[in-house]
């Protein structure tokens, strides 16, 4: 699912805008104070407006996308690092960018949205258990998307899928350990099965031994003689 490009007009902040008492004005003017963190070094203080903001991040269920900023005349691409929220409305009230170059490769987390109906479940009667809901992985900025779907409708009762065989295509390297399961379509009847003998088990020995400890003696056989 790719990103399409998001573009925002930013202004750099003035002294007069910096600091929490001037960052709720900037709000409440119907602005949102960030941070551009820049490729050569420090961080550039900037304002932007809330509503289009807020109408462009609603189509997008990952706030770490790729955007471009219109600042100082010059287009920047920057990823969205972090957006602070109102802890009542939830309501954006800060937001870090952090600058970065088209042509190199980045690190960056993207999330396994699952689809369709698995085989092992729906003729199986199993059912799926997500173990792994992202994976990190290099890429071009271009290339960031908010999820990988996997498609888990052809696997079977007891099968795993491992993150090595995860097909991402060529734009992206695998960084997360190949080893790791990532779905996998459990036989409930086998584990409860399992598990109601691995419970039994102990109870028939502790029995067992609670019978010997209390059985009377056998017929003809003399009680142990009182000291």
Do not use: W
């Not at 409440?28 to 289009?52: M, Q, S």
């Not at 379509?185 to 029995?207: L, Y």
Request: aromatic share 4%; charged share 25%.
């Amino acid at each position: 699912m790719s990103n399409e490009e998001l573009r925002f007009t930013a202004e750099q902040r003035a002294a007069s805008e910096q600091g929490s008492r001037a960052s709720g004005r900037l709000r409440r003017a119907g602005l949102i104070p960030g941070a551009v963190n820049r490729i050569e070094g420090g961080t550039t203080l900037v304002k932007f407006d809330a509503h289009t903001f807020v109408m462009a991040m609603r189509h997008h269920a990952s706030e770490h996308v790729l955007v471009t900023l219109e600042l100082d005349g010059k287009a920047v691409p920057a990823l969205i690092r972090e957006v602070q929220r109102d802890v009542l409305t939830g309501a954006p009230i800060h937001v870090d960018f952090g600058e970065i170059s088209l042509t190199k490769k980045i690190r960056t987390t993207i999330s396994i949205h699952l689809m369709g109906e698995a085989e092992g479940v729906k003729m199986g009667g199993g059912v799926l258990e997500q173990t792994l809901r992202a994976v990190e992985v290099d890429c071009l900025p271009t290339a960031i998307v908010e999820r990988f779907d996997v498609d888990v409708s052809a696997m079977k009762l007891a099968q795993t899928l491992f993150v090595r065989d995860l097909q991402l295509g060529d734009a992206y390297t695998v960084v997360t350990l190949k080893d790791l399961p990532v779905v996998s379509v459990v036989n409930v009847a086998e584990d409860a099965a399992a598990a109601a003998e691995g419970e039994a088990t102990p109870e028939v020995i502790t029995k067992g031994k609670k019978e010997e400890a209390g059985a009377a003696p056998a017929k003809g056989a003399k009680a142990p003689a009182k000291k």
